[in-house]
């Protein structure tokens, strides 16, 4: 069985930085690239940052410079550094695992974070 689970997000001040967790299967981690989404309220969801299999990172434009993602292959997590916090960032956040063989993906259950001004 495969599992993606997040870690809390939170309310933080602009400028503000919040640190978001997720821990995936064993069975998955290093053949799975992973990503961050966001949604936000009447938006579609779209992709913050990404992290491959293989070692390459992507990111979003508007999040470039302020946030940074990272793998512990140790761990089985992925982390979402999210620094200088705009209130424009405010959504639910997901973590995504895409395999690497046959492109399936899974999904987290969100995570809320909201940044006030």
């Known amino acids: 069985q495969v599992q993606l689970v997040e870690s809390r997000g939170g309310l933080v001040q602009a400028v503000g930085s919040l640190i978001l967790s997720c821990a995936a299967s064993?069975?998955?981690?290093?053949?799975?690239?992973f990503a961050w989404y966001r949604q936000a309220p009447g938006k579609q969801r779209e992709l913050v940052a990404r992290?491959?299999?293989?070692?390459?990172?992507d990111y979003a434009d508007f999040v470039k410079g302020r946030f940074a993602i990272s793998r512990d292959n140790v761990k089985n997590t992925v982390t979402l550094q999210m620094n200088s916090l705009k209130p424009e960032d405010t959504a639910v956040y997901y973590c995504?695992?895409?395999?690497?063989?046959?492109?399936?993906?899974?999904w987290g259950q969100g995570t809320q974070v909201t940044v006030s001004s």
């Open positions: 992290h491959t299999y293989d070692g390459n990172t």
């Open positions: 064993a069975n998955i981690f290093r053949v799975s690239t």
């Open positions: 995504n695992a895409q395999l690497r063989f046959n492109l399936y993906e899974y």
